[in-house]
């Protein structure tokens, strides 16, 4: 008798397909985006946090913002590089999409309510350029969005490959075939 197939071998097949919104193009195309936009953020709040020093006191509370933003864009890049070596097949990985959704929603507020709209003298006193923190919040609005649709899109998937182990299973008990330590006698016998 030819052993049964895995369903789980039948839902990771599933991952590496190229079209559609789970698709390898798509899922390479976000990543590349959200990688894209870290280096940038890591770029605009980097150059800022070093004129902190000679700019305020070294214990500055606007200093942790800054602080903030490159741990959320290094987090985000760290994130992307993985994904490029890694297959995400744990719904955990989602989980962890979810995180850097809400930890860019965190970044878009927090630079967002200092730098859009009528900014403060403290405000622009401690930073080089308004424009480039304008700048910086509408690219953490965009990795926001990014993440968000990473996460949906992890969440697709994981639900077609749970329809298709499903149905692999069906297909699996309507031949007959053992599942999981469960005997199933076809109806021949």
Same mark, same amino acid.
Request: overall charge neutral.
């Given at each position: ?34 990688? =894209?936009? !870290?280096?940038?953020?890591?770029? =605009? ?62 970044? !878009? ?13 403290? &405000? ?30 992890? =969440? ?18 309507? &031949? ?11 109806? &021949?016998?």
């Amino acid at each position: 008798m030819p052993s049964p197939p895995d369903p789980k071998r039948a839902a990771i097949s599933q991952y590496w397909h190229s079209t559609g919104f789970t698709g390898t193009i798509a899922r390479a195309t976000l990543r590349t985006l959200q990688f =894209i936009t !870290s280096i940038i953020l890591l770029g =605009i709040y980097g150059s800022d946090l070093s004129y902190f020093p000679s700019s305020t006191g070294i214990n500055s509370p606007g200093r942790t913002n800054w602080i903030f933003a490159i741990v959320v864009a290094l987090l985000s890049a760290v994130t992307c590089v993985l994904h490029c070596f890694l297959t995400v097949k744990r719904l955990g990985w989602i989980f962890w999409d979810l995180v850097l959704c809400v930890l860019y929603a965190a970044l !878009s507020g927090t630079f967002g309510t200092a730098y859009l709209g009528a900014v403060e003298d403290a &405000d622009r006193r401690i930073t080089q350029s308004v424009q480039a923190m304008r700048a910086g919040v509408a690219f953490a609005l965009i990795g926001m969005g990014l993440w968000l649709v990473t996460w949906i899109q992890g =969440i697709s998937w994981c639900c077609s490959a749970r329809r298709i182990t499903r149905r692999t299973d069906r297909e699996d008990e309507e &031949d007959g075939v053992e599942i999981g330590g469960v005997g199933k006698v076809s109806e &021949d016998n």
